[in-house]
């Protein structure tokens, strides 16, 4: 250290300037007063940020790779508007069928025979099976006016005379059931019973037993 030539001291030399630097950094720092605000503390830096969700990235295509992304290129916005597009839908199985009615027949066969004699198996007029009958002439202008039953016979026999067992064939009735109508409609007058030739004794006429066989074949 040097005098001051002025009295004023003695001047510093320069290694009491470095000696002053060295002792003024092993200083340790002035602990915080109570009383003091947070603005007076040191800036302890930004906060952190908060971590940001994954953004939802393109669409992952599924099956054989085609288009661009065989090249290693994005995929293009048609593509990914057709990897989004639904793949088609079977159509819906077909009802099953619903079960065949039963077939309804019409005239006698949908009724059950005896139902049209209401249970009778005889009449009071006696009819041989190869008898000729044929609609009078009263009931032809009263054919509406006939039981259901009686109308389905006479309508057979409005335009040709037919035997006893003709009208049971086309009527699909027991041979029984057929004298018994045809016999309560001749007892009331609706149809006419002609009378058959037939030879003495119990033979019947050959004739009449080959019109009616011929009648049976026509069915």
Do not use: C
Not at 8 to 29: I, W
Not at 40 to 46: E, I, L, T, V
Not at 174 to 194: C, I, K, Q, Y
């Amino acid at each position: 250290m040097t005098q001051d030539p002025g009295g004023s001291g003695p001047e510093p030399t320069f290694a009491d300037v470095m000696n002053g630097f060295s002792l003024d950094s092993k200083r340790s720092p002035k602990k915080r007063r109570w009383g003091r605000t947070p603005s007076d503390a040191p800036d302890a830096g930004p906060e952190p940020a908060e971590p940001r969700a994954p953004q939802p990235g393109p669409a992952e295509m599924t099956g054989p790779i085609s288009g661009s992304a065989a090249y290693g290129m994005p995929p293009t916005p048609a593509e990914l508007e057709s990897a989004h597009q639904p793949g088609p839908v079977d159509p819906p199985a077909a009802a099953a069928p619903p079960p065949p009615s039963p077939p309804t027949a019409g005239g006698a066969a949908f009724v059950r025979p005896y139902t049209w004699t209401r249970g009778r198996t005889k009449s009071g007029y006696e009819l041989a099976v190869e008898t000729l009958v044929s609609v009078s002439n009263r009931a032809r202008s009263q054919l509406e006016r006939l039981p259901m039953e009686h109308r389905s016979v006479a309508d057979l026999l409005v335009e040709q005379t037919r035997s006893v067992a003709e009208v049971a064939a086309l009527l699909s009735l027991p041979l029984g059931v057929a004298r018994v109508l045809l016999g309560d409609m001749a007892s009331g007058g609706t149809v006419t019973v002609h009378q058959t030739a037939s030879t003495p004794g119990d033979v019947p006429d050959l004739a009449l037993m080959e019109r009616v066989l011929s009648g049976l074949r026509r069915l």
